[in-house]
């Protein structure tokens, strides 16, 4: 259904500028998070939130669902492109790290593919199909609870709780000033790495990833503390070293869930037949010499980058815009439509052994696939999802569209010098769990070497890894007792993190979902508010230390 211009409220200044700030904040926030525990909250509800309560002093019935939709989707755009850390991570593990203008101009001609494949793929995914997208409802229902029920208490409860945990980050004994802990020991399990991380974004995540998600974390690290009180050859004090196990199970898990919803791989084939069909679209984000003029900017300038800045042939870049920005964001969007699951990480890994399979095998080359998944995936799925909510709202795509990209630039710049200034102490940077870019790191140098690079008994580990990961999302999906089984993702991460960090998300888990949740009957949305401050609390605090060091403002190492 078009939308009524008539009965939506016009796009205004002040969202756009408060849109395009939480874009570049939450991309180098995310930047950040996803290094050191391998995970990100893409952002529409932390900028939709955020702006409500900033805006709420001027009067809740001032803000309106456009500039609560407009927010979203920038904040969206931004804090999804912080992913690509993993990738510029992964190239920093595996050789000489790229310099700031590569990243800057990678992020960027990425991300101009995704927005242009955005476009058949709302045509697909939201007009062709009637898909669930769970996530996009999500962020409806927080829009619709805040401007349309008007629950100025959110506001309060979001800044009182960010304050309060941003001052716990920066107070913790993790480099801040050492008033309260970071961890707390399990006894003789402390010999073992049995703490628990008392981490603002681990009790935050917790609860927008799910209990199920938490009690796999629970799971990969009761394996890590028993195989450092076991097995010889794990570090006893820090077993998430040893993380080839983990590896193996992460991929192997993460392929066979693809392979179980082949429905959804049909459907992406089925929905790319139709590209050429006749577009029923009644609100085009553009019109088609429009949409003719940004394909080929973004294409391109795309080869141009690629094959001058990354030395890719022209045949690889053929092959990574439409495997990578067409083919793969179809099959990645529409398993996140169903499941609420962006396969980004094993769709990486593919997206390196197909670079690898059409001659681009060295670990430089062959990783330029997972990054292309992370710069055109940013934009392209998380787009289309918000063009969903956006259209709940009758809120026009192309504001949507051209207001996404308003923040393509600044926000690859923001990414990379975010990953320039964490790499630039690589102590700090050596101490990020970073298991994503592990992973892709590894994948570039198997790629590259073979078997054969790999330490002694890695590949053992891998493979075993490999086959209970597969056996267990077979026993996931099948079994009718399904909800009692901990999830398998949890139990992937929770097999490369510290068992702290571990710990941390199954406690936050416990607390958010059992004790606040079901026994004191607090609601979805305070909950999600909380979790929404503890997400960026760890953010801003984690960043803010670095940087009261520098000022002399903290004593000791700085």
Same mark, same amino acid.
């Given at each position: 259904?078009?939308?009524?211009?008539?009965?939506?409220?016009p796009i205004t200044f002040r969202a756009?500028?408060?849109?395009?700030?939480?874009?570049?904040?939450?991309?180098?926030?995310?930047?950040?998070l996803t290094l050191s525990f391998?995970?990100?909250? +893409?952002?529409?509800?932390?900028?939709?939130?955020?702006?409500?309560? $900033?805006?709420?002093?001027?009067?809740?019935?001032?803000?309106?669902?456009? +500039?609560?939709?407009?927010?979203?989707?920038?904040?969206?755009?931004?804090?999804?492109?912080?992913?690509?850390?993993?990738?510029?991570? !992964?190239?920093?593990?595996?050789?000489?790290?790229?310099?700031?203008?590569?990243?800057? $101009?990678?992020?960027?001609?990425?991300?101009?593919?995704?927005?242009?494949?955005?476009?058949?793929?709302?045509?697909?995914?939201?007009?062709?199909?009637?898909?669930?997208?769970?996530?996009?409802?999500?962020?409806?229902?927080?829009?619709?609870?805040?401007?349309?029920?008007?629950?100025?208490?959110?506001?309060?409860?979001?800044?009182?709780?960010?304050?309060?945990?941003?001052?716990?980050?920066?107070?913790?004994?993790?480099?801040?000033?050492?008033?309260?802990?970071?961890?707390?020991?399990?006894?003789?399990?402390?010999?073992?790495?049995?703490?628990?991380?008392?981490?603002?974004?681990?009790?935050?995540?917790?609860?927008?990833?799910?209990?199920?998600?938490?009690?796999?974390?629970?799971?990969?690290?009761?394996?890590?503390?028993?195989?450092?009180?076991?097995?010889?050859?794990? /570090?006893?004090?820090? /077993?998430?070293?040893?993380?080839?196990?983990?590896?193996?199970?992460?991929?192997?898990?993460?392929?066979? !869930?693809?392979?179980?919803?082949?429905?959804?791989?049909?459907?992406?084939?089925?929905?790319?037949? !139709?590209?050429?069909?006749?577009?029923?679209?009644?609100?085009?984000?553009?019109?088609?010499?429009? $949409?003719?003029?940004?394909?080929?900017?973004?294409?391109?300038?795309?080869?141009?980058?690629?094959?001058?800045?990354?030395?890719?042939?022209?045949?690889?870049?053929?092959?990574?815009?439409?495997?990578?920005?067409?083919?793969?964001?179809?099959?990645?969007?529409?398993?996140?439509?169903?499941?609420?699951?962006? /396969?980004?990480?094993?769709?990486?890994?593919?997206?390196?052994?197909?670079?690898? $399979?059409?001659?681009?095998?060295?670990?430089?080359?062959?990783?330029?696939?997972?990054?292309?998944?992370?710069?055109?995936?940013?934009?392209?799925?998380?787009?289309?999802?918000?063009?969903?909510?956006?259209?709940?709202?009758?809120?026009?795509?192309?504001?949507?569209?051209?207001?996404?990209?308003?923040?393509?630039?600044?926000?690859?710049?923001?990414?990379?010098?975010?990953?320039?200034?964490?790499?630039?102490?690589?102590?700090?940077?050596?101490?990020?769990?970073? /298991?994503?870019?592990?992973?892709?790191?590894?994948?570039?140098?198997?790629?590259?070497?073979?078997?054969?690079?790999?330490?002694?008994?890695?590949?053992?580990?891998?493979?075993?890894?490999?086959?209970?990961?597969?056996?267990?999302?077979?026993?996931?999906?099948?079994?009718?007792?399904?909800?009692?089984?901990?999830?398998?993702?949890?139990?992937?991460?929770?097999?490369?993190?510290?068992?702290?960090?571990?710990?941390?998300?199954?406690?936050?888990?416990?607390?958010?979902?059992?004790?606040?949740?079901?026994?004191?009957?607090?609601?979805?949305?305070?909950?999600?508010?909380?979790?929404?401050?503890?997400?960026?609390?760890?953010?801003?605090?984690?960043?803010?230390?670095?940087?009261?060091?520098?000022?002399?403002?903290?004593?000791?190492?700085?």
């Open positions: 259904m078009q939308p009524e211009l008539g009965s939506t409220p756009v500028v408060m849109g395009l700030i939480f874009s570049v904040a939450l991309c180098a926030m995310n930047s950040y391998g995970v990100i909250e +893409e952002g529409p509800t932390i900028a939709a939130l955020f702006f409500f309560a $900033l805006m709420l002093p001027f009067g809740a019935k001032s803000i309106t669902n456009t +500039e609560m939709v407009i927010v979203a989707t920038m904040g969206s755009a931004g804090g999804s492109l912080g992913f690509i850390s993993n990738f510029y991570a !992964a190239k920093a593990m595996t050789g000489e790290p790229y310099s700031i203008l590569d990243m800057t $101009l990678f992020g960027i001609v990425s991300s101009l593919v995704g927005l242009a494949m955005a476009i058949p793929l709302r045509q697909l995914l939201i007009l062709k199909e009637d898909l669930p997208w769970p996530g996009a409802k999500a962020v409806e229902t927080v829009v619709r609870t805040l401007v349309e029920k008007g629950d100025p208490r959110q506001a309060v409860i979001l800044l009182g709780s960010f304050v309060a945990l941003c001052a716990y980050v920066v107070l913790n004994d993790e480099d801040g000033y050492s008033v309260v802990p970071s961890a707390l020991a399990l006894g003789g399990l402390a010999t073992y790495g049995g703490y628990i991380a008392l981490s603002p974004f681990a009790i935050g995540s917790a609860y927008l990833m799910g209990f199920r998600t938490g009690v796999g974390f629970l799971v990969g690290a009761v394996f890590l503390m028993y195989g450092a009180h076991s097995l010889d050859f794990l /570090p006893t004090d820090a /077993p998430q070293k040893f993380y080839w196990p983990g590896l193996g199970f992460l991929v192997a898990s993460g392929l066979t !869930a693809l392979a179980i919803n082949w429905r959804t791989i049909t459907g992406a084939l089925r929905s790319m037949v !139709a590209i050429g069909g006749k577009s029923e679209d009644p609100d085009p984000p553009l019109s088609p010499k429009l $949409l003719l003029a940004f394909g080929t900017v973004a294409f391109v300038s795309c080869a141009l980058v690629l094959n001058l800045r990354f030395a890719l042939n022209m045949v690889l870049v053929v092959m990574l815009v439409v495997v990578a920005g067409l083919i793969q964001n179809i099959i990645a969007t529409r398993a996140a439509a169903q499941t609420n699951f962006n /396969p980004a990480r094993v769709m990486g890994i593919l997206l390196q052994g197909i670079t690898a $399979l059409f001659g681009g095998k060295s670990a430089a080359i062959n990783l330029t696939g997972a990054g292309f998944v992370s710069g055109s995936g940013a934009q392209a799925s998380l787009l289309t999802a918000d063009m969903v909510y956006g259209r709940a709202f009758k809120v026009p795509s192309r504001w949507q569209f051209w207001t996404q990209t308003l923040t393509v630039v600044p926000c690859a710049i923001a990414s990379a010098y975010m990953f320039d200034w964490i790499l630039s102490d690589r102590t700090r940077f050596e101490k990020m769990s970073a /298991p994503v870019a592990k992973v892709w790191a590894e994948s570039a140098n198997i790629f590259d070497k073979g078997f054969g690079a790999l330490p002694a008994g890695a590949s053992s580990w891998l493979l075993g890894g490999a086959i209970v990961g597969v056996v267990y999302v077979l026993v996931e999906h099948f079994a009718p007792f399904k909800k009692w089984l901990p999830e398998s993702t949890g139990i992937g991460l929770g097999l490369v993190l510290s068992p702290a960090l571990s710990l941390g998300f199954f406690v936050g888990s416990f607390l958010m979902w059992l004790v606040l949740g079901r026994w004191l009957k607090w609601s979805d949305a305070t909950l999600t508010t909380i979790a929404v401050a503890s997400i960026v609390a760890e953010g801003i605090g984690g960043v803010l230390k670095p940087l009261l060091h520098a000022l002399g403002l903290i004593g000791g190492a700085g």
